[in-house]
Nanobody, 123 residues
Framework: VQLQASGGGLVQTGGSLRLSCAASGRTISRYAVGWFRQAPGKEREFVAAIKRGDLHYADSIKGRFTIGRDNAANTVFLQMNSLKPEDTAVYFC???????????????????WGQGTLVTVSS
């Protein structure tokens, strides 16, 4: 599976962006797909994940971000609203076919990764 993340950019505080994770090589409708982010000087952290119909969110973005699938396009999106400067980071998508729900927030459990897309939120 090859993953390509896109949709990042520069936005003002309170603005919105929609990230996409496009997959090729395999259909990912049955894969767990996660979004992670890495801010400058910080470790990569979990943002959101989807496994079949179950959605998982980090507390820091709950209520502002929404993860979903576009199976026709073999894509998973991350709709980000009410963006804050602390959301500034490189955002990565990852996928795995065999991840268990209790491990869905764990980066090491994902076999496939995209290259990252930069989100910058100005104050």
């Amino acid at each position: 599976v090859q993953l390509q993340a896109s949709g990042g950019g520069l936005v003002q505080t309170g603005g919105s962006l929609r990230l996409s994770c496009a997959a090729s090589g395999r259909t990912i409708s049955r894969y767990a797909v996660g979004w992670f982010r890495q801010a400058p000087g910080k470790e990569r952290e979990f943002v959101a994940a989807i496994k079949r119909g179950d959605l998982h969110y980090a507390d820091s973005i709950k209520g502002r971000f929404t993860i979903g699938r576009d199976n026709a396009a073999n894509t998973v999106f991350l709709q980000m609203n009410s963006l804050k400067p602390e959301d500034t980071a490189v955002y990565f998508c990852a996928a795995d076919s065999a991840i268990i729900t209790s491990s869905i927030r764990v980066m090491a459990q994902y076999d496939y990764w995209g290259q990252g897309t930069l989100v910058t939120v100005s104050s």
